[in-house]
């Protein structure tokens, strides 16, 4: 297939061009590819990178609900001739611009607009980029998560990949390199909350999760918030000058965001290089909103003076943050994470990810993929009657806080040679590996247990199972403590039979034995 500039070598339109590898080997469109999804013909797109599958779930579900939207359709087609016709129509309707040069990955006349990459302003300072996984937004402070710039041999989907991930997911980085609206600060991330269809093996349906996700946006259309339905839309088609930003108030409540100024190149060998260049304020002024800003999958603080979008910096969406989000009250779930009337809670997966970020960093993906039995909602999980749930959670956190503690004393007790009255500090520090393996393997268990004891039919089951395992696990743990902590022979055999008694008499105390 040629491209608009002719070149049989290096196809660019999105619009046009197989440029998507998909599962069974096939290569897709873009419009083929969401006529595929439409009708579940698309499981999988073969080089997304896990840190890119959020982004490009949201981006998508934007993009088609968008389009839908500006078309005046409901149903999403299953023809990629109807998805053409509604994606030049969105990107004409939105800026008037003729033809295919918003969905073009090169566009040599830099005054016009190329995918997700705004116009040149003129009198930008550029600088190359070499590879689509050096202009992606992973940041990493040892570069060891994943390596920089080794894409050498990247196919012009890489590139498109990297540009949705960083135009709609970067943060802060550095001087004139600004983050993007949806997200409660520069150094915080864009998390992503939400449940997913699940295929008869309890997978996730990549086909039925875009489809249910692009349902509910254009269902909710009118809700409130301060973005408007039917304002700027691909705010990579308008003109950025500098020293100007858009308000918050100027965008469409599904707009795809760009938060920096990227241009990607043809080389004279036929492939594609980027060049980037900075910007002397944010692409959109919305720092006042702190990430509220109507996201689907965003959860929201309830905090009524001052409401923010979830952040994760250096943290894991173990169970104490999960238990917080569902079930303390203290934040509100985005649209794409509520169950609909219609839907059944047995054949969905709740998705927590993020990647955590500090100041121009970030420490890695932090992902949950938890599975929700049909019980879950009926003890109310998405519904007003969360009492059970919560109340079997406190229980459950109590319990795995009385193990630790335990466990932290009687490893501190052997490692102060069985003597109690040297027990300080430092010997409780010697047990901070036992208690985090300790919490790693409650974290594991604790929503298996939850659904059950939530429930009165199975709660005692449960619960005496759930206390058996922190039994187990914690005296496994002091046993492996014995072997990694220095004692002196002298004392070894005094100092472990007073740690064993001490373990075991903290968690009979705390009534888990």
Same mark, same amino acid.
């Given at each position: ?13 999105? $619009? ?5 590898s #998909?599962?069974?080997?096939?290569k $897709? ?10 009708e ?7 080089r ?40 030049r ?14 969905w /073009?990955?090169?566009?040599?006349d &830099? =005054?016009v ?5 705004p ?21 990493t402070?040892? =570069? ?5 710039e ?18 709609t997911?970067e943060?802060?980085g550095?001087?004139?390199?600004? *983050?993007i609206?949806?997200?409660? *600060?520069?150094?915080s ?10 295929k008869e093996? =309890?997978?996730?349906?990549?086909a039925?999760w875009?489809?249910?996700? #692009? ?14 339905? *039917? ?17 918050a108030?100027e965008l469409d409540? $599904?707009?795809?965001? @760009?938060?920096?100024?990227? &241009?990607? $190149?043809?080389?004279a ?5 980027a ?12 720092s006042a909103?702190?990430? #509220?800003?109507?996201?689907?999958? %965003? ?6 003076? %001052?409401?923010?979008a ?15 989000? !569902?079930?303390s ?10 169950? /609909? ?5 047995d054949?969905?997966?709740l998705?927590?990810?993020a990647l955590?970020?500090g ?10 993929? !938890?599975?929700?039995?049909?019980k %879950? @909602?009926?003890?109310g999980?998405?519904?007003? +009657? ?9 229980? +459950? ?7 630790d ?5 009687? @490893?501190a ?5 069985g ?6 500090r430092d ?25 059950? &004891? ?7 089951t449960?619960?005496?199972?759930f206390?058996?395992q ?12 014995f ?10 055999? &005094?100092?472990r ?6 373990? =075991? ?9």
């Amino acid at each position: 297939m040629t491209d608009a500039q002719g070149d049989t070598t290096l196809q660019t339109n999105l $619009l046009t061009d197989p440029l998507f590898s #998909v599962d069974d080997g096939r290569k $897709l469109s873009l419009p083929e590819l969401f006529a595929g999804l439409a009708e579940g013909r698309v499981t999988c797109l073969a080089r997304l990178r896990a840190h890119q599958r959020t982004a490009w779930h949201m981006f998508s579900v934007q993009l088609a609900a968008l389009a839908l939207d500006r078309g005046g359709r409901q149903e999403l087609p299953g023809s990629a001739a109807d998805w053409t016709t509604l994606l030049r129509g969105l990107s004409h309707a939105d800026t008037g611009i003729e033809g295919d040069a918003p969905w /073009q990955l090169v566009a040599e006349d &830099r =005054n016009v607009p190329a995918f997700l990459q705004p116009p040149d302003p003129g009198g930008l300072k550029w600088s190359p980029v070499a590879t689509p996984d050096a202009l992606d937004l992973l940041i990493t402070s040892k =570069n060891h998560d994943l390596k920089r710039e080794i894409a050498l041999s990247a196919d012009a989907e890489d590139w498109v990949f990297a540009l949705i991930s960083l135009q709609t997911m970067e943060g802060y980085g550095g001087s004139a390199n600004y *983050g993007i609206a949806r997200m409660n *600060g520069g150094s915080s991330s864009r998390a992503f909350m939400g449940l997913i269809p699940a295929k008869e093996d =309890n997978t996730p349906d990549p086909a039925a999760w875009w489809r249910r996700d #692009v349902s509910l946006c254009l269902a909710h259309r009118d809700a409130p918030g301060p973005m408007t339905p *039917g304002k700027a839309a691909l705010l990579w088609c308008h003109p950025w000058p500098e020293n100007q930003s858009l308000a918050a108030t100027e965008l469409d409540t $599904l707009a795809i965001e @760009v938060c920096r100024r990227i &241009r990607l $190149l043809r080389t004279a060998n036929g492939t594609l290089r980027a060049e980037r260049a900075g910007s002397r304020s944010a692409r959109v002024d919305a720092s006042a909103f702190r990430g #509220v800003l109507g996201d689907p999958w %965003a959860p929201v603080s309830v905090d009524t003076k %001052a409401p923010k979008a979830l952040t994760i910096s250096e943290g894991r969406f173990d169970y104490r943050r999960l238990v917080d989000l !569902l079930l303390s009250g203290n934040w509100v779930l985005p649209l794409a994470a509520r169950l /609909q009337p219609k839907e059944s809670a047995d054949r969905m997966l709740l998705l927590t990810e993020a990647l955590a970020r500090g100041n121009s960093a970030t420490y890695g993906l932090r992902s949950r993929l !938890l599975p929700l039995p049909q019980k %879950a @909602v009926a003890r109310g999980l998405f519904g007003q +009657q969360s009492h059970s749930l919560s109340a079997a959670a406190e229980r +459950q956190m109590s319990e795995i806080a009385t193990a630790d503690a335990a466990l932290r004393e009687a @490893v501190a007790l052997y490692a102060a040679d069985g003597d109690p009255d040297a027990v300080g500090r430092d010997e409780r520090r010697r047990a901070s590996a036992a208690r985090h393996r300790l919490d790693a393997a409650a974290d594991t268990l604790f929503f298996d247990y939850l659904w059950d &004891r939530a429930d009165p039919e199975t709660e005692d089951t449960a619960c005496q199972a759930f206390r058996a395992q922190l039994v187990e696990t914690s005296r496994c743990e002091l046993a492996r403590a014995f072997e990694a902590i220095p004692c002196a022979s002298v004392w070894s055999a &005094r100092a472990r039979v007073r740690a064993e008694r001490c373990l =075991n008499g903290k968690l009979r105390q705390g009534e888990l034995i």
